[in-house]
């Protein structure tokens, strides 16, 4: 079963509005943790924010935000103001606590490209 | 601080043959975990590495094996290879094993491997 859905598979704007992506999670575990990778054509996974399950406060960073909702599974991120160089694929995951013979496994989802045009 | 490197950067082989991938990790990092990434599709986990020993495997063949060195260097090999082993394989470091939540993993630029 999916543990990640990321259902935008494509978000085009146009420079300077803002975008939304969508990530929804699958866990039995009370204790896990989230990220948000982007992934720029030159094809090097970029590290951007790590969340854990008991921490639902949201994060801004720069241009940045995220938003943890517990009661409905979702993390979502979102780039305000994009700008040309924000067009990527954007990848959420989520790492389990209770898998016993996968240590180190993040659970990626599909992927959401976003294009920005000028 | 140099990150995660990966050699070689592409790679093409024939059906059949073995390939071996090498993935060096942040300095201080002890951890390497390995990815197979198809085009369109979000990484999947292969395995960890933490001290020289495998300490998470994903569902993957047999034919796909990786060891660690003392320099916490790391190898991936693939036997014989199929077509459907042609994707972009990421290592990544973190600065220990086990749940990957504790530690961060920061990824290499990957091996685009193409079976003909």
């Known amino acids: 079963a999916q543990k990640v859905t990321q259902a935008q598979t494509e978000i085009s704007v146009v420079e300077k509005e803002d975008v939304t992506l969508d990530c929804v999670y699958e866990t039995r575990d009370t204790t896990y943790y989230l990220f948000w990778y982007k992934q720029p054509p030159s094809g090097e996974l970029v590290f951007l924010i790590r969340?854990?399950?008991?921490?639902?406060q949201n994060e801004i960073s720069g241009r940045y935000s995220w938003n943890f909702q517990k009661s409905t599974s979702s993390f979502n991120f979102t780039i305000t103001a994009s700008q040309v160089v924000d067009s990527a694929v954007y990848f959420c995951?989520?790492?389990?606590?209770?898998?016993?013979?996968?240590?180190?496994?993040?659970?990626f989802g599909a992927g959401t490209q976003v294009v920005v045009t000028p | 601080d140099a990150g995660v490197t990966q050699s070689p950067t592409h790679l093409i082989k024939t059906r059949g043959q073995q390939v071996t991938l090498r993935c060096s990790p942040i300095s201080g990092h002890k951890s390497v975990s390995w990815y197979q990434q198809v085009l369109g599709q979000g990484p999947q986990f292969i395995f960890q590495y933490y001290e020289k020993e495998e300490r998470g495997r994903g569902n993957f063949p047999d034919r796909f094996s990786a060891r660690q060195f003392p320099n916490y260097s790391s190898e991936l090999n693939v036997n014989a290879l199929l077509l459907g082993d042609s994707a972009l394989y990421l290592c990544?470091?973190?600065?220990?094993?086990?749940?990957?939540?504790?530690?961060?993993?920061?990824f290499g630029p990957g091996t685009r491997l193409t079976v003909t």
């Open positions: 969340r854990n399950s008991f921490d639902e």
């Open positions: 990544a470091s973190s600065l220990r094993g086990g749940t990957s939540g504790n530690y961060e993993q920061y």
């Open positions: 995951a989520l790492s389990e606590t209770l898998q016993t013979d996968s240590w180190g496994k993040l659970q």
